[in-house]
Structures are given as C-alpha cells and as structure tokens.
C-alpha cells in the first residue's frame, strides 16, 4: 500500500529512504481506521517507549547483575528470571500510566490488572507476555515481548469483567511483538499489513525498515522441539516424517526455543513453527491469549495461517486468562501441508 507522509504519497522504496519513525508512522496512518483514536495512539507510542527501556536491560543484564532467576514463580509454577519481573513491571508502569488502558493481562501476573478507577476508563485492554524466551537469557540468545490490544467490550464508564479479557483473537485491534536480538525491531499490524521497525540505539528512535512484510507462500523451514515428537499426535509425526523424508527441496530443522524469534525468522525467510499438544500436556503448552492469537493475527495479516488441532485458532473462544493451546504458524503452503496430514488421520481412524 501507499505511504502518506504530509499530505504526500510514496512507494514502499521512498518511504524506507525518509527514514519515519514509528511516532510518525502511527500519526501518519491512523486515519486509515476509523475507530483508532488519539488513545491509541499513545498507547502504541508507550509500547515502544516500555520497549526502549527493556532492551536497554537486555543489553546490559550481565553487567546490571540481573541475570539468573530471581528466585520467584510465576502463575505458572515457572521459574521467573530476573529480567522477566523487570519486563513485566516495566510494561505495567508504563502502560497503567496512561489515560489509553483500562486494563491489562500479563503471562506473569495470576490475574488481570485493572487501571484508573476500577477499569472504568480507558478504551482498550491489552494482553502481554513481557519477555517470551526468557529461558534463554543467560545464554544470549534473541528473545522477546508479545503484546496484543482489543477494544474494552463493557461500557465506559462500567468496571471491567472478565469478557473484557476473554475475546476471541479475531477482536485483537492491534497485535504486535519486540524482538531484542542483534538489532531490537517492533513488529506490528492494525489489521492492515505489517510493518516492522528497527531500533536505532544512536538516536533511540524506532525507524521503519520492513514495510509490508509477508510470509513466503513456502520456506524451507521446520521448527519444532524433537524431544516433543514422540508424545506428539500422529499428524504432527507423519508431516516432520515428510519434512525430513523429502528430497530436493532442502527442508531443514531450525528451532531457536524462542516463539518471537522463531516465528520472525520463518516470516523472514518462510517455514512452520509446531508446538503441538503431548501426552504429557494434552491441552498445549503455549498460552493462546498471550502468545498463539497475537502472532495468528500477525501472520494472518502478512499473509501466512495458523491453527491449533482442530482448525483456525483466532475464532477459539478462550474460557480462562491463561488458557494453553497446541500452535502451528507459518507459511500457507506448509500449514496447508500440515492441514492434509490431519484430514488423512481423520480418514483413517
């Protein structure tokens, strides 16, 4: 699409040669949707400002001593690192501070936070995972913030409920995630493309650099944990077994262990990501309000699918905050790969 920067149309060449920042990215766009309001636009703007301030952490976590766990759990029962209770108390800082939130789902927080008065005011609600992949910290390796916005679904004015909380993915207003790695890039869609943006540390401005970004139709990619495959269904057997068994294409295995940067990878170059359901964890091990719906909205929009065991995941209708759920994103042709395994398994049993 069309870039228009004051009152001035530019192809996707001149847009990334103007150098915008994600400020005047924001501004400059929100007009394309009529419901986007100045309070989301502030709200997008304090993403990117929490995101500033946690990858200046990352950067230094070895030397601000803030490495290593920090001797805490999560709602999870997980381990929390110390850069995770960070992430997660920068974000809620930040994003409590403004008028925008009317209340927020946090992956480390049991339940969900209310803002203002009692989440009277205020018009979105936004789910976060402060720091995906923070099992990887003390080894440097690239991990990330996953962040979802949807419209408040009771009235202003009104406390918030739980189906303020509770909405489909296809409601998500806005999805998005940080990737701190060996550059730090926001990556996000309003429903309309997506756009990524490097972070300039010289000058400490998002800048675009990845204008309608969309998946190959394929890859040559597979990501998934092996040590997983044994409990895994039958489907997601037969199509590694097809992923590894076919000559030619050059399919290869890459698993990172980090959602956001396994999933940017694949939408770079093109491949599947597959967490399936196991014996052990019949329900997935994922979270689909913090991690699956963000990144299916994500992919939708640039083109890609993604889906749980039974089909498209963004109509699930999640029944608690912290619901987990089996995930496969990626490239059409792969899912669609993946899809025909499950029909054959149908077939058969």
């Known amino acids: 699409m069309p870039y228009i920067r004051f009152g001035f149309e530019m192809n996707k060449t001149e847009a990334m040669s103007k150098a915008i920042t994600l400020q005047e990215f924001i501004m400059d766009t929100q007009a394309e949707f ?51 209770v960070f992430a997660d108390r920068t974000f809620m800082r930040i994003l409590t501070a403004g008028k925008s939130v009317a209340g927020i789902g946090s992956e480390e927080q049991e339940n969900y936070i ?44 009104e406390p918030l409920s739980d189906q303020d909380f509770l909405q489909v993915g296809t409601e998500q207003v806005v999805a998005g995630y940080i ?6 890039m926001l990556v996000y869609t309003t429903g309309s493309g997506v756009n990524g943006f490097t972070l300039d540390p ?9 204008p309608d970004m969309t998946f190959p139709e394929s890859g040559t ?30 399919l290869k295995g890459r698993y990172i262990g980090s959602l956001v940067t396994d999933f940017h990878r694949n939408l770079i170059k093109g491949g599947i990501y597959l967490y399936p359901s196991t014996t052990r964890h019949p329900e997935g091990k994922l979270r689909l309000m913090y991690e699956c719906n963000p990144l299916a909205f994500i992919a939708l929009q640039a083109g890609g699918l993604a889906e749980d065991n039974t ?10 905050l912290h619901e987990r759920s089996p995930f496969y994103v990626g490239s059409v042709n792969m899912i669609q790969g993946l899809r025909s395994c499950w029909i054959s398994k149908e077939k058969t049993s």
Do not use: W
Request: charged fraction near 15%; hydrophobic fraction near 35%.
């Open 311 to 320: 089909g498209e995941i963004l109509t699930r209708q999640p029944s608690h």
């Open 221 to 250: 990619v597979y990501s998934i944990n092996d040590a997983l495959l044994d409990a895994a269904p039958q489907a997601i057997k037969q199509f590694i077994a097809g992923c590894r068994e076919t000559k030619g294409l050059g």
């Open 114 to 157: 209310l803002c203002g008065d009692q989440g009277r005011s205020g018009k979105y609600v936004v789910m976060i995972d402060p720091l995906d992949g923070s099992s990887n910290i003390d080894v440097n390796v690239s991990i990330g913030t996953i962040f979802s916005i949807y419209r408040r679904v009771t009235p202003l004015g």
């Open 202 to 210: 010289a000058v400490g401005e998002f800048f675009l650099s990845h």
């Open 179 to 184: 990737l701190y790695g060996s550059s730090t």
């Open 34 to 84: 009529p419901f986007v309001s100045g309070q989301l636009t502030r709200l997008l703007t304090d993403i990117g400002v929490a995101a500033k301030i946690v990858n200046h952490q990352v950067n230094r976590a070895g030397l601000a001593g803030i490495l290593g766990e920090s001797g805490s759990q999560n709602t999870h029962n997980e381990s929390q690192q110390k850069l995770d």
